[in-house]
């Protein structure tokens, strides 16, 4: 590959992590590091990895503002819902908008997914499972509260409204969007825990996914395209 274009080094690149990301030990570290070690001013934000939009707007704002004050646009690359979150942000504070240059989202559900569906049938699914996830990296044991966290799971179901309305509606053109979606069987290297709940999606969807969503439903609602 050649030298990165000087345009991408005047932006602050914003990765927002996804749903329950937390579970997964070092998540996005290695990608951080890359990008870093490629000159690149990136960061990750923090968000609350049960959190929903209403609580993580302001964080994803907060960091894109910090950028806009610093005089750097930015490019959001957000994974799973934390692009869904990244659209609500923008939808949230419009102000923002202007200081984005881009939006990759990867393994976005921007139509739901058939996993929230079954974890909130019932509801106390969910929560058992997201309490016996804390397990799965011991280091974030107790930073995040996994009960009473409904709202999140509401806003990843098929049948949610709002979900819809977020992302059936453009952001202005300026703004460039990418999609992209994978499966884990193409990737025989990927973490355990995403193999086994692609297994689970298989079992209750009959599709291949990356471990949460199937890239049919990846689609940019007003773009319909897939990379």
């Known amino acids: 590959a050649g030298p990165l274009p000087q345009t991408l080094k005047k932006l602050r690149i914003i990765l927002v992590p996804g749903f329950a990301y937390d579970v997964i030990p070092n998540y996005m570290e290695t990608n951080l590091k890359r990008l870093r070690a490629l000159g690149l001013d990136a960061v990750m934000v923090d968000t609350d990895p049960l959190g929903s939009t209403k609580d993580n707007a302001p964080r994803i704002a907060a960091t894109i503002e910090q950028a806009k004050q610093e005089k750097k646009r930015v490019a959001i690359i957000g994974h799973s819902n934390g692009a869904n979150q990244s659209l609500g942000t923008l939808r949230l504070f419009p102000k ?102 692609a297994g689970a999606v298989k079992a209750v969807g009959g599709r291949d996914s990356d471990g949460l969503v199937v890239p049919e439903i990846l689609r940019v609602p007003w773009l319909g395209a897939v990379s």
């Open 96 to 197: 923002l908008q202007s200081n984005v240059s881009c939006l990759i989202t990867i393994q976005t559900p921007y139509g739901g997914t058939a996993l929230a569906d079954w974890f909130f049938s019932p509801p106390w699914i969910y929560t058992t499972v997201m309490a016996y996830s804390r397990l799965l990296n011991p280091a974030r044991l107790l930073h995040t509260n996994p009960f009473f966290r409904d709202e999140t799971i509401r806003e990843l179901l098929q049948d949610n409204r709002s979900l819809r309305n977020l992302s059936s509606s453009p952001l202005p053109k300026r703004i460039k969007i990418l999609s992209v979606a994978s499966r884990v069987k193409e990737n025989t290297s990927s973490h355990f825990l995403l193999r086994l709940l």
